[in-house]
């Protein structure tokens, strides 16, 4: 099977970045509206109509499913990018687009449920940052206490001040550190 990509003006795709002609097995483009799109986005609909062609169907939701199969797992939060490309593009609020958006969400949460290992690398990288955080909160919390020792109930400040990276939540923590490091940037 050979795609052929060829350029079409906006009279010829209507509101539609990419095409699908299946008999001749090209998919066609519209760069003034494929210039909007993330490159996810781009991979996702390319993906999309290849679908249409591959499969031989006008079916949109089967050849949602066709980019989705492609595309599932392959990059950071690609379910995510998946459903919002769809929400991006399915504007018309019509009960067809709801349901072809609809059908990705469910296909999403299946996946993240058969695929449980994705679950455990992606709650290993977060216990990694929340254990860096912790090491910034504490150095960071260090700093405070060298800062406050002229204070005359130091020991009482230093008490509450080393405490703070065991009790305070993890979007605290990164509320805390992006403050930070704004405030180093300055």
Not at 14 to 27: L, S, V
Not at 149 to 165: E, P
Request: charged share 25%; aromatic share 8%.
């Amino acid at each position: 099977m050979k795609i052929i990509y060829k350029h079409k003006s906006d009279g010829e795709m209507a509101d539609t970045p990419y095409g699908a002609d299946r008999q001749n097995k090209i998919i066609y483009t519209n760069p003034k509206l494929a210039k909007n799109l993330t490159i996810f986005e781009k991979k996702f609909w390319l993906l999309h109509e290849k679908g249409h062609i591959v499969l031989d169907t006008a079916d949109e939701i089967k050849a949602d499913n066709y980019a989705f199969d492609r595309l599932a797992g392959t990059e950071f939060r690609s379910l995510k990018q998946m459903i919002e490309a769809s929400e991006k593009l399915l504007t018309s609020g019509s009960a067809y687009h709801q349901a072809r958006i609809d059908n990705l969400y469910k296909r999403a949460l299946e996946w993240d449920k058969a695929h449980p290992q994705m679950n455990k690398a992606t709650s290993s990288q977060i216990n990694a940052m929340n254990e860096g955080y912790q090491k910034f909160i504490q150095e960071f919390g260090t700093i405070l206490i060298g800062m406050q020792q002229s204070s005359s109930d130091s020991t009482q400040q230093a008490t509450k001040t080393t405490s703070l990276g065991s009790t305070l939540s993890t979007t605290s923590i990164i509320i805390i550190c992006i403050i930070a490091l704004l405030i180093l940037r300055k």
